[in-house]
């Protein structure tokens, strides 16, 4: 959905998982996020009664919608999926997005984790909830290239969290070339781990 078609209740989400990316949680205000959405002032309470919670529970549901859809989106990008490839696919989102924005935003997901996780925040309950969508995808798609689905979790652990490593290291370095070597390393082990011929997916 593009900017010009999102109500201001969806502009408010969306900018506040872009505030975060680039901020964390505690710098991001409520006010900067109505400025930044282009909303009318006295909006943010009626569409979000439980406050900044709930929007940035609700940023972070969007987000990871949005990184499952792009999961999803693999298979109509090559004739010969492989988890390599996928995870080349993954890393490529973050190779484009970090050089066009300059390396000002990271992962939505990652930055509340490093402000919330290890609290009491009602907010974690949708943080677990966006990281679960995230992976789940993942597994998805490996569990179509027949691996079975044990091993698709444990490649979805690696992948995922190798991904946040090395977008965080990325923005550190301001240097995309940190994903290209993480993709480099990795990809023969993934494939190596990976689809088995003959063994059925889904054990």
């Not at 004739?79 to 190779?95: D, I, K, M, N, V």
């Not at 484009?96 to 925040?121: F, K, Q």
């Not at 490593?165 to 301001?174: D, E, F, S, W």
Request: hydrophobic share 40%; net charge positive; aromatic share 6%.
């Amino acid at each position: 959905m593009s900017g010009s078609t999102r109500t201001p209740r969806e502009r408010m989400v969306y900018s506040a998982a872009q505030l975060v990316r680039a901020h964390g949680v505690a710098a991001t205000g409520v006010r900067e996020v109505v400025t930044h959405a282009n909303a009318a002032r006295g909006s943010f309470q009626h569409y979000f009664p439980g406050g900044k919670d709930q929007l940035v529970g609700e940023a972070l549901l969007w987000s990871g919608r949005f990184a499952a859809q792009w999961v999803a989106g693999y298979p109509r990008t090559t004739a010969h999926p492989s988890p390599a490839g996928l995870f080349a696919h993954l890393a490529a989102y973050w190779r484009d997005d970090l050089t066009a924005r300059r390396y000002e935003r990271g992962c939505p997901v990652m930055a509340t984790a490093a402000d919330l996780a290890g609290g009491d925040s009602p907010v974690n309950e949708q943080l677990r909830a966006a990281a679960a969508e995230w992976e789940r995808a993942v597994v998805d798609e490996l569990v179509r290239m027949r691996v079975p689905r044990r091993r698709a979790r444990s490649l979805a652990t690696l992948m995922l969290s190798s991904l946040e490593g090395a977008i965080m290291l990325t923005r550190v370095h301001r240097d995309v070339g940190v994903l290209d070597t993480v993709v480099t390393q990795l990809s023969p082990l993934l494939d190596a781990h990976g689809t088995r011929p003959g063994v059925a997916s889904g054990h």
